[in-house]
């Protein structure tokens, strides 16, 4: 398939802190390098955009070096933490504001979707504002005209069609201002974190939409969004982003993958302070979440088997010494409690491991507690700030397990049907 | 990839810019959103009031009896033949038009930074149709005072429409190139100095009595001949005494102020475009 959009070195600079009185010094110092056909002096400064860490300079790169093409009616996703650079880009590629070097070349029309509503005139009714929108994203009336109709079908706001959109609801205004923009007809579409918004039935409908748009109409999407499953199941391929640099373009759920190891650090291990008790007889220091094969993993896709590791040390010999793992949902409603066969260990270090490879846990966050007991006397208890995240990716889907369902557990039961 | 395929590219966004940079055809392509904004102007200003678009004339009629009152009948100010109060009605009218043209357009950028930062149409669509929506309503309020000259006319008064007045569209497009060209000058530089904005809210009320609104250019030559210069300097006094010659046949007419004010707007209009076009790349980064 032919190249449609080309970036080639894109990079962007952002000036930190606040536009104030320092402003015009700098704004003279650029013109009058300018003047003497020198390169701009604040291009040379610039730190990495690490959020976390406190700048040495008063310009950072947004993003740094972008290089990639997207091939004709490909879906590309665009993947990144906070802060990676992926909406600026975005920007950039919508034309909303120049990179400070580079190019980007494309040979078809670009058009944005980027939080939907906000062309939107609160006093015009929803007809009205149809056709504005519309007109703002580049469509022309006699276009829109004949989409009319299938836009508010598709909204599913016809009740409410001739009424101002201040008396519609947010979750109105964001189908009918998705409605618009599925039915322009741009070469290359960008969309950032739209699906974010509407109710589970709005979202399955525009995820719907977007595969119809990119496989049924073989146009070119790109699509940024920190929702893993919805990128796995609209991307053929996907950009990851880290810190305003490229890190990889791929097979989506492999960069999908290389994404859920980068933060690592802060999502796998969790480390313990030493107890303040000399006398204590055994203490948990460490806890990780793993694969099977030992990779340390920050969200664990649907399905895959998944192990706790909890190191421990014990100072003083000792008898029946068990470990608990607890595990309950962000509100602390419990959801099980394992605990191991009782222990007689020597002073050293251990690791009890808690294997999770039957029941499958659906996409979201829990809170992991620790117990450390001898018999029924409590040693050391852990529930503060200790979680294990099971991504929205899927590892697996067949009939056993079901991740677009409701609930705690995505296995299904064993089910039959027969005629009585 | 082919190198031929190479040269095939649509459009490319890059870091460069030409001074002048203004695709007719990309604005023509984009003409229904300008009517759409048009309309949306027009209609949605004056949406849950009692009077509607009756504002648009309360509004110079008030300005014009308050001026009446104040400066012909408290201070004095010789209008000639011409009724005073269609003397001043005619200077509000189209300094009116000036002003909402330039202070509407004047926060183009931060008003709309919301949608801009969004998506992309070619922004001078936005001043554009303020110019347009104004126009109209400029419009509307030279109806009225086609009403009040036709009935001055039947009591009497000494009013002569100058044959020139054919030329009276061309003073309103230059009044609007005006507001337009300081107008886009004034919005670009608001996305990083605020301060403009405090100086325009003021300094359009300044510009007004230096711009021969409530006096004939000759009384201000002949009662402050010191001062006097600031009123001859500034463009927009020509435009408006050159209306109030062509509409009611009083003050003057010089060719010299036509030209100047002329060549004034045009390198006012172009400043504008080219400021603006530098400005509507990167101003979502400092607005």
Not at chain 2, 3 to 17: A, G, M, N, P
Not at chain 2, 25 to 45: C, M, P, S
Not at chain 2, 192 to 213: C, P
Request: aromatic share 12%.
């Amino acid at each position: 398939m032919s190249i449609i959009l080309k970036a080639e070195n894109i990079s962007k600079q952002y000036r930190l802190g606040v536009v104030g009185t320092g402003t015009i010094s700098h704004d003279i110092n650029r013109w009058w390098a300018g003047i003497r056909g020198k390169e701009d002096p604040y291009l040379k400064v610039g730190s990495e955009n690490d959020r976390s860490t406190k700048a040495d300079s008063d310009y950072v790169w947004a993003l740094q070096d972008i290089n990639f093409e997207v091939r004709k009616g490909e879906v590309l996703g665009i993947i990144g933490k906070n802060g990676a650079g992926k909406s600026t880009l975005l920007k950039i590629l919508s034309k909303v504001t120049i990179p400070t070097t580079g190019v980007i070349k494309t040979k078809g029309r670009i058009a944005s979707l980027l939080e939907v509503g906000t062309g939107f005139h609160p006093e015009l009714t929803g007809r009205e504002n149809i056709y504005l929108n519309g007109a703002i994203l580049g469509m022309t009336k006699a276009e829109i005209r004949t989409k009319e109709a299938e836009i508010i079908e598709f909204s599913g706001c016809e009740r409410y069609v001739d009424t101002p959109v201040k008396r519609y609801s947010s979750g109105m205004r964001v189908r009918l201002a998705f409605a618009v923009a599925a039915f322009l007809e741009p070469d290359i579409l960008v969309i950032d974190e739209v699906l974010a918004v509407g109710d589970a039935e709005f979202q399955k409908k525009a995820i719907g939409k977007m595969q119809d748009i990119s496989k049924g109409d073989g146009r070119t999407v790109l699509f940024v969004s920190h929702n893993m499953g919805v990128i796995q199941s609209l991307c053929d391929e996907t950009i990851l982003l880290h810190n305003g640099r490229f890190v990889e373009k791929g097979k989506t759920e492999h960069v999908i993958n290389t994404y859920l190891k980068q933060n690592i650090g802060n999502d796998a291990v969790f480390n313990f302070d030493i107890p303040k008790n000399n006398n204590i007889q055994a203490y948990a220091t460490k806890l990780t979440i793993v694969d099977l094969n030992g990779n340390l993993m920050s969200e664990i896709p649907i399905g895959k088997p998944w192990k706790v590791k909890i190191h421990f040390t014990v100072c003083q010999e000792i008898n029946n010494l068990i470990i608990g793992l607890g595990m309950t949902d962000m509100l602390n409603a419990p959801i099980r409690t394992s605990w191991t066969p009782s222990n007689n260990l020597t002073p050293g270090e251990y690791i009890a491991e808690f294997v999770e490879d039957s029941v499958v846990f659906n996409h979201g966050r829990y809170k992991l507690k620790i117990g450390i007991s001898k018999g029924f006397h409590s040693i050391q208890y852990l529930d503060e700030n200790v979680y294990i995240t099971i991504s929205e990716v899927v590892y697996k889907q067949d009939k056993t397990v079901l991740t677009n369902g409701n609930g705690v557990f995505s296995n299904q039961m064993k089910m039959n049907v027969y005629k009585t | 990839m082919s190198k031929l395929e190479d040269d095939d590219w649509l459009y490319t966004i890059s870091s460069k810019r030409k001074l002048i940079d203004f695709n007719f055809k990309e604005i023509w392509n984009y003409r229904d959103l300008l009517v759409l904004f048009v309309k949306r102007d027009v209609v949605t200003v004056y949406k849950q009031t009692i009077l509607g678009p009756l504002w648009y004339l309360i509004q110079p009629l008030f300005t014009a009896l308050t001026f009446t009152l104040i400066f012909n009948k408290v201070a004095n100010i010789e209008t000639g033949t011409v009724p005073p109060f269609l003397f001043n009605l005619a200077g509000v009218s189209i300094w009116n038009y000036f002003n909402t043209c330039l202070t509407s357009t004047s926060d183009t950028f931060t008003t709309n930074s919301a949608i801009f930062g969004k998506v992309y149409f070619p922004r001078v669509i936005v001043p554009l149709s303020i110019i347009i929506s104004n126009l109209l309503k400029f419009g509307i309020q030279l109806f009225i005072f086609i009403a009040f000259y036709v009935f001055y006319k039947f009591s009497g008064a000494a009013i002569n429409l100058d044959s020139t007045v054919i030329f009276f569209p061309v003073l309103v497009i230059l009044m609007g190139m005006m507001g337009l060209g300081l107008g886009m000058i004034i919005s670009s530089l608001v996305t990083k100095y605020r301060d403009l904005k405090f100086l325009v809210s003021f300094g359009v009320q300044l510009l007004m009595y230096v711009s021969a609104v409530m006096y004939p250019l000759a009384l201000i030559k002949e009662e402050m001949p010191k001062v006097s210069w600031i009123v001859e300097y500034n463009p927009l006094a020509y435009i408006i005494e050159t209306a109030r010659y062509m509409l009611l046949g009083t003050g003057t007419f010089s060719w010299f102020g036509i030209i100047y004010t002329v060549i004034v707007t045009v390198i006012v209009f172009l400043l504008g475009i080219i400021i603006f076009n530098r400005t509507e790349k990167t101003f979502i980064d400092t607005v």
